[in-house]
């Protein structure tokens, strides 16, 4: 399953973005979903996850309250929409499509290529 990552950008303090993750051509409804990043020079780390079915979402202590993670099988379409968006959030962001909504990267068995997400004062 290729996975595409898309609706990084710039932002400022404070902004909001909203990230996509697809699979052209494939169907995302069998697969729990992650979100990650990796800024530069630092480990990718988990943002957050949902089941298959939306039912269950998960959140780093770092965007819990500020991001929020949700589906649309209908789509094909998990999307990302960050809110109150500072520095640290600066990183490219991956999705990724697994069985289970983990936070440890190798139960995910495709990713994405990611998308830049960088935040300005």
């Known amino acids: 399953v290729q996975l595409q990552a898309s609706g990084g950008g710039l932002a400022q303090t404070g902004g909001s973005l909203r990230l996509s993750c697809e699979a052209p051509g494939r169907t995302l409804s069998p697969y729990a979903v992650g979100w990650f990043r990796q800024a530069p020079g630092k480990e990718r780390e988990f943002v957050t996850s949902i089941s298959r079915n939306g039912g269950f979402t998960y959140y780093a202590d770092s965007v819990e309250g500020r991001f929020n993670i949700s589906r649309d099988n209908a789509k094909n379409t998990v999307y990302l929409q960050m809110n109150s968006l500072n520095a640290e959030d600066t990183a490219v962001y991956f999705c990724?499509?697994?069985?289970?909504?983990?936070?440890?990267?190798?139960?995910?068995?495709?990713w994405g290529q990611g998308t830049l997400v960088t935040v300005s004062s």
């Open positions: 990724a499509a697994g069985r289970v909504p983990n936070r440890q990267t190798y139960f995910y068995d495709y």
